[in-house]
């Protein structure tokens, strides 16, 4: 029975392992549906950061820092699909995380805020109007 089993990559087997008083658990399965990879996908650019002022402030010069690579590219076409998109996706990435974490900075400041209200032993009624 073993040995079918070897033969067909499935089955159960237990080891005894060394310098433990366990039981190794070895199972092998062989399942007849193929393997999908799947891989992290497109990134899309969210063109909501193009309105805003700091990102419309960027863009002019980090596009002056890029076209000093230009020259190392054998075409303008091959430059900018080759190095622009990347640092154009990184650019937005970095200006995303960014955002990300202030919000998540300013969300942490009103929680702090509101628990330190609503533990202040204060009436109700003041309670209220400072939290609104």
């Known amino acids: 029975m073993t040995e079918s089993l070897c033969r067909n990559k499935q089955g159960v087997e237990t080891l005894t392992v060394a310098f433990s008083n366990h039981m190794a658990v070895f199972l092998r399965v062989?399942?007849?549906?193929?393997?999908?990879?799947?891989?992290?996908?497109?990134?899309?650019?969210?063109?909501?950061?193009?309105?805003d002022r700091?990102?419309?402030?960027?863009?002019?010069?980090?596009?002056?820092?890029?076209?000093?690579?230009?020259?190392?590219?054998?075409?303008?076409?091959?430059?900018?699909?080759?190095?622009?998109?990347?640092?154009?996706?990184?650019?937005?990435?970095?200006?995303?995380?960014?955002?990300?974490?202030?919000?998540?900075?300013?969300?942490?400041y009103y929680y702090e805020v509101i628990y330190d209200l609503l533990k202040d032993p204060v009436h109700d009624a003041s309670k209220m109007i400072a939290l609104k």
Not at 32 to 48: E, L
């Open 30 to 51: 062989n399942l007849a549906i193929p393997f999908v990879h799947r891989s992290r996908g497109k990134w899309q650019m969210n063109t909501s950061y193009l309105e």
């Open 54 to 108: 700091a990102v419309q402030e960027k863009i002019p010069e980090a596009w002056a820092e890029w076209r000093k690579h230009a020259h190392r590219y054998p075409h303008i076409v091959t430059w900018r699909v080759q190095y622009v998109k990347r640092r154009i996706q990184a650019l937005f990435i970095r200006d995303g995380k960014e955002r990300n974490s202030d919000r998540v900075d300013m969300e942490n």
